[in-house]
């Protein structure tokens, strides 16, 4: 429960940002081989983007042996 609380503000946070700084958001969806669907909202993307690597990053999503 908390971990989605602090998910959920770390995305309109991230929104917030990268609808204000639109160079940043390109640059960061630019990233790797692919290159993202123009379709897609591009501050959006980019906020999913960093909550992905976010969520990756929890303690949880680590593989244990």
Request: include cysteine; charged fraction near 25%; aromatic fraction near 4%.
């Given at each position: ?22 160079d ?18 591009r ?18 999503a680590?593989?244990?042996?």
């Amino acid at each position: 429960p908390d971990e989605s609380r602090v998910l959920v503000s770390a995305y309109g946070h991230h929104l917030s940002y990268y609808g204000e700084h639109g160079d940043e958001a390109r640059r960061l969806i630019s990233q790797g081989e692919s290159m993202p669907n123009s379709a897609l909202d591009r501050p959006e993307l980019a906020a999913c983007t960093t909550i992905a690597g976010l969520i990756l990053n929890l303690d949880e999503a680590v593989t244990r042996e």
